[in-house]
């Protein structure tokens, strides 16, 4: 708090109320606070939207000094300054924006104690001169906004965050707050221990965003299914994430082709072509991005209706943080990601390739919930949470599984033509050449290779090429089929294709789910 309004005690009720217009306290607010107040380190665990600002702001009102918020974004500073500012709450921001001058005032009124809460990103803040200042002031806490930024566990690790466990030791007494929505257990642990939080309160708030429907289709044909998709949305806001910058090129241009209009985002762009597509997108003035995961915090853009996943992401954490940014206003929106096995075999490759062992195993670890994830023939959500350690025993109603259950069918006829089709072709060929075997098609390529005599050509001719994509995934995810990456994507039987292909067990396939069933869809205000 300020000189000023020390003057004027106030509780925790109080500047909820006459500052930020609020009558109650979300869950867990309260307490976080109170705590706070008392002086105690603390771990605010809440997704995004969920009211963390205030878990910091007021008691930084309440308690005698300034609280000195650490940021990794210029535009979040900005934002949140802006906001307090309308509020009547005094308020400041320090970063490299700021002409030399502008700074130089905004620090001496900092020294004087005349604000309640001053943003600085993680850099400044341990600035020698900066610590120096802040040596001469009354603190009344520090906190650290983005807090799993301090971890390798977490998903967008920042080597400026890495030395902000010093603040503990150099301020002992002045209580350290770390704010974050990302919430596994191994990056929850290691914010508490970089930040060397003693004794620390920590809150856990419910990870759920019950509004947002999440739905996996088996990736196909990419770029149609995307199209097919964002036509029917209706002018709504939207983002579709590429795990390249490359696809995010290529995917854009397609798109434009087919007269979609949209944008392109990533950090090969330079840094005003990046400020100009964000603030349309934040105006309305776009109504799509197409971008890599660089476009992320910081979009703070309450009425996005729906976030697509073009690529597999490669944690549930990230795939969390991305499609959480789809419904914030709490009305309807959707997410949608596109499964390919194929994209699996690369991203493991990736990840091997790794120069760190140790780490590249953490890696595969959450790779392989990602991939659980998007594998579930159970409830989305119920994965989903149970990743956060949240566990419920009810599926939510609102998510592909549950509005339209796979039906399991007898899978062993099927199976067997895929695999025998495999062999035929000497566990050589890829998924569309399989395909198109297996469907008898007129092909130069086919017939000069002669596959033409095969006794699997055109054993699958009734069935479309996307069912039996559908079809080879499914058997890719039980084991019977593996993709051969060191042999440019060959189809390979497991050592379990034997006793299917003699038809000594049972296998089950659910029915493929080809075309997308349009639903209701909420339209922007
Ligand atoms: P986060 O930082 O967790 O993403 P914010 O702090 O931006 O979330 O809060 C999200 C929204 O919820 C903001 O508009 C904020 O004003 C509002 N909010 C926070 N706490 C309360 C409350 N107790 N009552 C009503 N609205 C609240
Ligand atoms: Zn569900």
């Given at each position: 708090a300020t000189a000023a309004t020390n003057a004027d005690p106030k509780t925790a009720q109080q500047v909820l109320e006459r500052?930020?217009?609020?009558a109650t306290f979300r869950t867990g607010q309260q307490d976080v606070i109170d705590h706070i107040i008392e002086g105690r380190d603390t771990l605010v665990l809440l997704p995004t939207g969920g009211g963390k600002s205030l878990c910091y702001q007021i008691p930084a009102m309440v308690r005698n000094g300034t609280g000195i918020v650490v940021s990794p974004l210029i535009s979040l500073m900005q934002d949140q300054v802006e906001q307090l500012h309308e509020l009547g709450v005094s308020a400041a921001y320090l970063n490299s924006s700021l002409s030399g001058e502008a700074q130089q005032q905004i620090q001496q009124s900092m020294l004087q104690g005349e604000y309640d809460l001053v943003y600085v990103s993680p850099e400044r803040l341990l600035q020698p001169y900066f610590q120096g200042l802040l040596q001469r002031m009354d603190i009344a806490l520090f906190a650290i906004d983005e807090a799993h930024c301090v971890s390798h566990w977490g998903h967008d690790f920042r080597l400026d965050y890495r030395m902000l466990g010093q603040l503990k030791s150099r301020f002992p007494h002045i209580p350290v707050v770390g704010l974050t929505a990302t919430a596994d257990a191994a990056t929850q642990a290691d914010i508490l221990l970089q930040l060397n939080l003693q004794e620390p309160f920590v809150f856990k708030g419910s990870f759920?965003?019950?509004?947002i429907r999440y739905r996996v289709m088996s990736k196909y044909k990419g770029f149609e299914q995307v199209a097919d998709y964002v036509k029917q949305q209706d002018g709504n806001s939207g983002i579709i994430y590429c795990n390249s910058r490359a696809k995010v090129d290529d995917l854009y241009a397609k798109l434009h082709r087919t007269g979609v209009s949209c944008a392109a985002y990533h950090a090969g762009l330079d840094a005003d072509e990046r400020e100009h597509v964000q603030r349309r997108f934040l105006n309305d003035q776009t109504d799509i991005v197409v971008a890599t995961v660089a476009f992320g915090m910081g979009i703070n853009k309450s009425n996005v209706r729906f976030v697509v996943h073009h690529d597999v992401p490669r944690s549930v954490e990230s795939y969390y943080q991305e499609t959480g940014r789809a419904g914030r206003d709490g009305l309807e929106a959707e997410a949608l990601l596109l499964f390919d096995e194929k994209d699996v075999a690369r991203v493991k490759q990736w990840i091997d390739q790794g120069d760190k062992p140790e780490r590249n195993q953490v890696e595969l670890q959450k790779f392989a919930a990602m991939e659980a994830f998007a594998e579930a023939q159970t409830c989305r959500r119920q994965v989903l949470l149970n990743y956060f350690s949240?566990?419920?025993?009810?599926?939510?109603?609102?998510c592909d599984i549950c509005l339209d259950p796979p039906k399991l069918i007898d899978g062993l006829i099927i199976g067997q033509k895929v695999l025998s089709c495999v062999l035929r072709l000497e566990q050589q060929a890829g998924t569309q050449y399989v395909i198109d075997v297996l469907r008898g098609k007129q092909l130069k390529r086919i017939f000069e290779a002669e596959?033409?005599?095969?006794?699997?050509?055109?054993?699958?001719?009734?069935?479309s090429d996307s069912y039996w994509h559908n079809i080879i995934n499914q058997l890719i995810h039980k084991g019977l089929l593996r993709v051969d990456l060191t042999a440019g994507a060959a189809l390979r039987l497991t050592e379990a294709a034997r006793p299917v292909l003699k038809g000594e067990v049972a296998v089950n396939v659910a029915v493929p789910r080809l075309s997308f069933k349009a639903e209701k869809k909420p339209r922007q205000a």
């Open positions: 500052v930020f217009g609020y759920d965003r019950p509004n949240e566990f419920s025993d009810k599926p939510c109603g609102n596959h033409q005599h095969l006794s699997t050509y055109g054993i699958g001719k009734d069935e």
